[in-house]
């Protein structure tokens, strides 16, 4: 890899994971100075290594220079070092010289503790959200303003008032306790959900399907089974549907980057390997007598991963929507639920319960109500697809829409 590629790799890949380490040893009150030291790393490397040559170990030249700048950096700040150490209840001359360990292993429990940090109930779900994809995935703040479609201040702020949150609860990093974790977990559960679905499909930004962001919300969730108080039900349930979404990603967009509609892909692009990783996690995740979210999307998305058009299908799906929109109700689950029972019930039938959905500002109403009329009434389809192009919310939709206009750009 060309030395202007490997940089920016290995700080998508790296970053996340120094900071992780530094951040659980100073404290979560203290995630600034780890995000700081984390990123002098990153400069020094962009400072030496075009005049020295690239190290014959990259990643260990990263974590020898990052140790070794929070060494310095207590030594240099006595009262910083006095302060962290009294709140992790060590002597501060045994934390100053204590090693920071930057092994596999403990880079693994770090992210995961601090996934569980971010993730306290103090902190609003955006604001989790926006700590999770800064420390544990190295986003910048340009790209969180993106995903949540505001600016730079907004994002500043926001995480600064969620470190604020940390640092004035002393949240530990640390697995919670076993009276915990349930509840902790829902919320890390969410987080790991809307980071694959803004990879998923985006209508935050261009381009729309985000494949980095749906690995790193499945590398974040394998890590979570792996850890054994936190391997609950609900959590394969979320493995086995981001398995099943991600294995038609290939398929999704063509070469031009224009998304690619369910019916009309290439089954032979699908990842079959995902496939049956999805289902085994499904099946793992048949265990107990709760029902989540989880569980009925990761069993839509298994009934998705047959291409056939069959009646069994479509009545499996529609009743799985059924029970969802008990459990979580969303105006995307019921669009995509009449979808289901145009299949079973036909069109007409379908329409008349769209209609009663009215949900008029939403572009995907229209777009339903136009793919149901064609083939009925092509004029009020054309109608019902003119109203969702003026409503579209990204470039893809539009593309999409037009494409079903007959409007050739």
């Known amino acids: 890899m060309e030395q202007q590629e490997l940089i920016p790799h290995l700080f998508r890949t790296e970053f996340r994971k120094i900071v992780a380490v530094l951040g659980k040893h100073f404290g979560a009150g203290h995630l600034d100075v780890a995000e700081d030291l984390a990123s002098d790393t990153f400069a020094a490397a962009l400072e030496t290594w ?10 260990a030249w990263l974590y020898a220079v990052a140790r070794n700048k929070a060494l310095n950096y207590l030594r240099r700040n006595r009262h910083f070092t006095r302060e962290v150490a009294d709140q992790l209840k060590k002597d501060p001359d045994d934390f100053q010289e204590s090693e920071i360990d930057l092994s596999e292993g403990n880079i693994r429990d770090s992210q995961l503790q601090m996934l569980f940090a971010v993730c306290h109930p103090a902190i609003s779900v955006p604001a989790q959200v926006g700590l999770a994809l800064r420390i544990l995935c190295g986003f910048g703040i340009d790209e969180i303003a993106t995903a949540f479609l505001t600016n730079k201040e907004t994002v500043n702020k926001r995480l600064f008032r969620a470190r604020e ?23 890390v559960l969410t987080t790991l959900y809307l980071l694959f679905s803004e990879g998923y ?27 054994g108080p936190a391997n609950s039900p609900e959590a394969n349930a979320l493995f086995a549907l981001m398995s099943f979404q991600a ?13 690619i509609l369910y019916q009309d892909q290439d089954e032979s692009l699908w990842d079959a ?17 709760r029902l989540s979210r989880y569980h009925l999307e990761a069993g839509i998305a298994y009934w998705h991963t047959i291409k056939e058009d069959t009646r069994e299908k479509w009545e499996n799906i529609l009743y799985l929507y ?11 689950a019921a669009l995509n639920r009449t979808y289901a029972f145009s299949k079973i019930h036909g069109k007409e039938a379908a329409i008349r319960e769209a209609e009663r959905l ?11 109500l136009g793919e149901l009329h064609s083939g009925l009434d092509d004029e009020k389809a054309r109608m019902h697809f003119e109203k ?11 593309r999409v829409i037009q494409q079903r206009l007959g409007i050739r750009k």
Do not use: H, W
């Open 358 to 368: 009215k949900l008029s500002g939403n572009p995907y109403y229209f777009t339903l």
């Open 273 to 289: 390997a995902l496939i049956a990783q999805g289902a085994r996690y499904l099946n793992l995740a048949s265990r107990g007598s």
């Open 322 to 332: 059924n029970l969802l929109l008990q459990v979580a109700y969303s105006p995307v």
């Open 388 to 398: 969702a192009l003026e409503l579209a919310r990204t470039e893809a939709d539009r």
């Open 201 to 227: 499909y985006s209508e935050s930004r261009e381009p729309v399907i985000r494949e980095d962001l749906c690995a790193e919300a499945m590398r974040l969730t394998a890590l979570l089974l792996e850890a």
């Open 50 to 59: 075009p005049y020295r040559g690239i190290p014959a170990n990259p990643t």
């Open 247 to 259: 294995s038609r990603l290939g398929a999704r967009q063509n070469g031009s980057g224009e998304l």
């Open 165 to 187: 949150t940390l640092r004035r609860e002393q949240v530990a990093i640390e697995y919670p306790g076993e009276g915990e974790i349930e509840s902790r977990l829902e919320s």
